[in-house]
């Protein structure tokens, strides 16, 4: 409700003028409170400040609020608020989530690709999805992009794009953004042509590259990235690309420190039991020149498919077994991952794991997470392994059914022991049994 | 005056412990016990053959305890809201009651009819027996707002008084002193409806392996012996057998209620204090009532509970939707033998074990097909026997990890748990007869098997047994990917850490005094943490507005209500 416009600048009434006579009041309309003398115009606020009330809001609020007036809308176009964009790309039929809407996009391809500095396109399993982010992609060819994120959320629907197309389109983003920093591309089908794009327009600022599951990169293409470029400290990848030369060129003395590696080991073929091995010479130049590196490993392997690993030391920090791993695997991982940081065991046999587990609570003195699910695990053995850890265990989590009740503790005594041991309280996690 | 009681059974189908029922007799001249019978319902793809056959089974039993005290049943066809003022004028009702239902549906309908009863001068007395405790008073005790975690629960449940005692059951003098009149043609009018009346085919159906009725329900719960009783509930370690109904299965009657809790809870309480010299029983020897009463409680001032759009104890995932994915899975056509083992024996018995359920759900949803759990709740809710609205839903956002502040990485994986479970694969063999001839092996993973070995037990897979629908090694590593991405933007943890990606529950660290004050604040090492859990947990009890209505304020809040098509059985009053 407007009273009438009252300029934001004259609060004050009664100054002397700069001509030096006192200006007269003009007759106030009797009745009308203070507050309503003072009503400004909203839609003539500063920007600045509609700028900041429009960071609150949500992009739905903002859009509606657009509508209001002239002013309102200038505010919502300022490119301080598209510098973060998140396109969704969902179908009806394959998602229960809303798409980002066409004209939206449409509005932001035309007033704000060079605006756009921190994206990225989440679409469902639809391989229309995927080929509408690509479709995207394609256009942002003015901007300056330094996030790139590639996100399937249920199938990895960017496999399925024909790939000249999706290769076509990320290499506009690679070629004209020239200052990317953090790309996360995995289970798309990338290839080395792409990465060498990657790398000869933005090897000065590329700082984290994740490409988990790309199928068509070999270890020539990833040891490119490496070689080329030296500011980059996080990286995820396949364990058939890691090599020795990888893990040299990321500890040459032009290299930054790494602060983490990420390897997924997954077997293409059922049965696969070669997989080449990595020196324990290259591991060490590894920890050497980056001594805080994170080195995050997950397993997707049969029980069978183990052998080659953990032969060695490896200072790995993150491990987690996806399938079930052999009694076996777990001793050797006690022996000679002395940097273990985190466990996380999805399933082992039906032998109990107390020798393991206690001899990795005594040797990987770095340990505060573990996770057990379908394991078994007697009380006592339980008990014994968090005597070890103590209070640097902050992530405990096992299952109920994981833990055998023995002569020294039942289900009931566990909880209380283990929580005095860790110094807080503690409880296995359980499952419905309804 | 006269007090002419109806009776209106909805669960509760007893005599025994119904205080409801001990109401409308109290001081009655006639009773009449009701139930009424939507004939809509057969219809409705929701309530399986299985169902109705065992609730048939329970309202004919009913009638049966009935006249053995010279009363019936009468079974009304309709709507609550049509019949019952038909039947208040008719029979000059002056008394209603009816058990307390704690799902928001039943309130809400209840409330209604309550409402209605009132004008027509119709007393109401509402008595709650289906829970063991009285769910607002433990809402209430948590600040009012619902335990979430089940720790929690059983924090707050410690602290109160025992259930109340059971009741008798109604006698033979007290509905003496309140005869129900009946009418010549009540079988015409008011009989137990066939399930042929209902549409169903009957002609080539199994034998029900699970017997509906309190009869029944009673005769289970008194003719085990105590050895049997306390080895069934203590640590249930899981074997073969396990997976079979068993004849101590109690689940189904505690849903429609022909067994009371009240009573199982005071029968486990006593058989457990004459064996061990009349020590308090601890609280885990009645787990399995308690996961009862805590998804009850959970859901119960939650319309929203059975869904993920707009339900603020919901995380939203991106689940996919693929009908032709989920079809297989509902019909037991996985290609992997203990998937569709269990879901063979879910359709034709209408029971399975609870770590069956669990395998097949994971599969569902985080572990394999990423299908939503809302599909696979409706699949349960037509052919699970002891399904029901609270506990169904609850259970399916627990397994797919959807809720309750789960841990996600423990996948159950098809081939590797059948093993431990079913190691002979004697299971799969009763279950998928085609399979019968495969050794041990290979039993769990035929796809495995040499063709020669194939062969020679007569069952090609591809041809006459599907091929594996997906490689697990594959969508196991896709799916913990994208649970994660769910969590680290649920918690906005974005560390290394897996396990960390899953908020700890603050106020657990908080309230239990046996911890030494000192340790209690050394719950979480990450401060930043607890207080955006708990400022997230906060903001699930303020109202949002209907189009923010997702999890928290700190991502744009882009997801919005698709408009899921509700059950058109919703919008009528849902009894069973």
Redesign the interface.
């Known amino acids: 409700m407007k009273r009438g416009r009252v300029n934001v600048t004259s609060k004050c009434h009664g100054f002397a003028s700069t001509d030096g006579r006192i200006k007269r009041h003009k007759p106030r309309p009797l009745g009308l409170s203070l507050s309503q003398r003072l009503v400004k115009d909203w839609g003539n606020l500063p920007h600045h400040v509609v700028l900041q009330i429009f960071q609150y809001l949500s992009l739905v609020d903002r859009a509606k609020a657009s509508s209001v007036c002239r002013r309102w809308n200038e505010v919502f176009h300022i490119p301080d608020l598209w510098r973060r964009f998140e396109f969704e790309l969902n179908q009806p039929a394959t998602s229960y989530l809303k798409s980002t809407h066409p004209d939206l996009i449409q509005q932001i391809i035309k007033r704000h690709a060079q605006h756009l500095q921190y994206v990225s396109f989440k679409v469902d399993s639809c391989t229309e999805s995927a080929e509408a982010a690509c479709n995207i992609l394609s256009q942002l060819v003015n901007c300056t992009i330094k996030t790139l994120g590639l996100i399937s959320t249920a199938r990895p629907s960017f496999m399925h794009v024909s790939q000249s197309h999706f290769v076509s389109a990320l290499t506009v983003v690679f070629v004209n953004s020239k200052s990317l920093s953090s790309i996360k591309i995995d289970d798309t089908p990338v290839d080395d042509p792409s990465l060498k794009v990657l790398v000869a327009n933005n090897s000065d600022t590329l700082k984290l590259l994740k490409m988990s599951s790309c199928p068509h990169v070999s270890p020539a293409g990833i040891l490119c990235v490496a070689d080329q470029c030296h500011g980059l400290r996080e990286l995820a990848l396949n364990y058939h690309l890691l090599s020795d030369e990888l893990l040299l060129a990321l500890s040459s003395e032009k290299h930054v420190h790494l602060e983490h590696l990420r390897i997924d080991v997954v077997s293409d073929t059922p049965g696969q039991t070669h997989f080449h091995s990595i020196k324990r010479t290259s591991w060490e130049a590894l920890v050497r020149h980056s001594p805080k590196v994170n080195i995050v490993m997950y397993f997707y392997l049969e029980a069978e498919e183990f052998e080659p690993f953990f032969c060695e030391e490896t200072p790995v920090t993150h491990l987690y077994f996806g399938r079930a791993v052999s009694k076996a695997m777990l001793g050797r991982i006690g022996l000679y991952c002395p940097r273990l940081v985190e466990l996380v065991v999805c399933a082992n046999g039906l032998q109990p794991l107390d020798e393991e587990l206690i001899r990795i609570g005594e040797r990987c003195q770095n340990l505060t997470a573990i996770g057990l699910g379908e394991c078994e695990v007697t009380c006592s053995g339980f008990v014994e392994f968090v005597k070890k850890c103590g209070k640097r265990l902050t992530q405990l989590s096992i299952m109920e059914e994981v833990l055998i009740p023995d002569n020294s503790y039942n289900m009931e005594q566990i909880h209380t022991e283990v929580s005095k041991h860790l110094g807080r309280l503690w409880f296995p996690d359980m499952m419905p049994t309804w | 005056m006269v007090v002419n009681s109806v009776h209106w059974f909805r669960k509760g189908l007893r005599l025994h412990d119904n205080p409801a029922l001990q109401e409308a007799l109290d001081g009655a001249d006639t009773v009449r016990c009701v139930y009424v019978l939507d004939p809509w319902f057969a219809g409705s793809a929701n309530v399986g053959f299985n169902r109705w056959r065992f609730l048939l089974e329970s309202l004919e039993n009913l009638d049966t305890s009935l006249r053995q005290l010279n009363s019936r049943l009468f079974v009304i066809r309709g709507q609550p809201t049509d019949v019952f003022p038909r039947l208040f004028k008719e029979w000059n009702v002056t008394r209603m009651t009816f058990e307390y239902d704690s799902e928001p549906y039943g309130k809400e309908r209840d409330a209604a009819i309550i409402k209605m009863a009132r004008n027509f001068g119709v007393e109401t007395r509402v008595k709650n027996s289906h829970t063991l405790y009285n769910l607002d008073r433990i809402i209430e005790m948590n600040n009012s707002s619902p335990p979430l975690s089940?720790?929690r629960f059983q924090a707050l449940v410690q602290r109160l008084e025992l259930p109340k005692r059971p009741l008798p059951t109604v006698t033979a003098e007290q509905m003496d002193s309140c005869p129900t009149p009946i009418a010549h043609n009540h079988n015409e009018l008011y009989s137990v409806p066939s399930l042929e009346e209902l549409g169903f085919k009957t002609a080539g159906q199994d034998q029900a392996v699970w017997k509906g009725g309190e009869t029944e329900a009673l005769h289970r719960l008194n003719r085990h012996t105590e050895k049997e009783w306390m080895a069934s509930y203590e640590?249930?370690r899981?074997n073969a057998c396990s997976l079979m109904a068993s004849p101590s299965g109690l689940?189904p009657f505690l849903r429609f209620g022909c067994l009371s809790c009240r009573t199982l809870y005071y029968k486990l309480r006593d058989l457990y204090m004459k064996a061990n010299k009349q020590i308090t029983p601890?609280l885990?020897l009645f787990?399995?009532l308690l996961?009862?009463e805590f998804?009850y409680t959970a859901a119960t001032r939650n319309p929203t509970f059975d869904r993920?759009?707009g339900n603020p104890v919901c995380l939203?995932i991106?689940?996919?939707?693929?009908p032709e994915a989920l079809a297989k899975w509902a019909e037991g056509r996985t290609g992997f033998p203990w998937i569709d083992a269990v879901m063979t024996q879910l359709r034709q018995e209408g029971w399975i074990h609870?770590l069956a359920r669990?395998a097949v759900a994971c599969f569902l949803t985080r572990g394999d097909l990423?299908i939503?759990w809302e599909s696979g709740m409706k699949v349960f809710e037509e052919m699970l026997l002891?399904a029901d609205w609270s506990?169904n839903a609850?259970?399916w956002m627990?397994?797919s990890c959807s809720s309750f502040f789960?841990?996600f990485?423990?996948?159950?994986?098809p081939v590797?748990?059948a093993r431990?479970i079913d190691p002979s694969g004697n299971y799969i063999r009763r279950y998928i007869p085609k399979l019968k001839d495969y050794p041990n092996r290979y039993i769990h993973e035929p796809w495995?098997a040499p063709e020669s070995v194939q062969r020679a037990c007569n069952c090609m897979v591809g041809v006459d047994y599907p091929k594996p629908m997906v490689r697990?090694?594959?969508t196991?590593?896709?799916n913990?990917?994208?649970m994660k991405?769910v969590y680290q933007q649920f918690s906005q943890y974005k560390g290394?850490?897996?396990?960390?990606t899953v908020p700890i529950i603050q106020e657990?660290?908080e309230t239990?005094t046996?911890?030494p004050a000192a340790?209690?604040n050394?719950?979480?090492?990450n401060d930043a943490m607890e207080s955006s859990i708990s400022s997230v947990l906060s903001h699930r009890k303020r109202e949002r507005p209907a189009?923010?209505q997702c999890s928290h304020s700190y991502i744009?809040?882009?997801?919005?209500c698709?408009g899921?098509d509700k059950h058109p059985h919703r919008s009528q009053q849902q009894q069973q």
Request: charged share 20%; net charge positive.
């Open positions: 089940f720790k640590r249930p899981i689940s601890p885990s787990t399995q996961w009862r998804f993920m759009t939203q991106p689940w996919d939707k693929n609870h669990h990423w939503s002891d506990v609850g259970s627990w397994l789960q841990q990485f423990h996948c159950y994986c590797g748990f431990r495995n697990h090694a594959e196991s590593r896709l913990i990917e994208r991405q290394l850490s897996l396990l960390a657990e660290a239990d046996s911890v340790s209690r050394q719950t979480c090492s189009e923010l744009q809040p882009k997801l919005q698709s899921l």
